[in-house]
């Protein structure tokens, strides 16, 4: 099982950045898919869900409305368009499918000016 994120790096306050996680050795559809960061020095957090089949999704209160998770089940992918960044949102983003304890290594986001 392999779950590889791509897409970050350093963005000015009010940018955006699409974050993407591509899946490999299990069958992606099945489960749903989580993006979760974890600012420096702090805990980690949830920030958005998404079904299996993509109809439902949710979001932390600190990131709605200027993110958005998607999936597409035949490239095996889940994305993260992050709008309006913040300085807030520095933090390791990590693709997950936690029911099953899968987890990406994780990628740096920086929001500075």
């Known amino acids: 099982v392999q779950l590889v994120e791509s897409g970050g790096g350093l963005v000015q306050p009010g940018g955006s950045l699409r974050l993407s996680c591509a899946a490999s050795g299990f069958t992606f559809s099945r489960y749903a898919m989580y993006w979760y960061r974890q600012p420096p020095g702090k805990e980690r957090e949830w920030v958005a869900f998404i079904s299996g089949a993509g109809s439902n999704t949710q979001y932390a209160d600190s990131v709605k409305g200027r993110f958005t998770i998607s999936r597409d089940n035949a490239k095996n992918t889940v994305d993260l368009q992050m709008n309006s960044l913040r300085p807030e949102d520095t933090a390791v983003y990590s693709c997950?499918?936690?029911?099953?304890?899968?987890w990406g290594k994780g990628i740096l986001v920086t929001v500075s000016s």
């Open positions: 997950a499918a936690p029911v099953m304890n899968y």
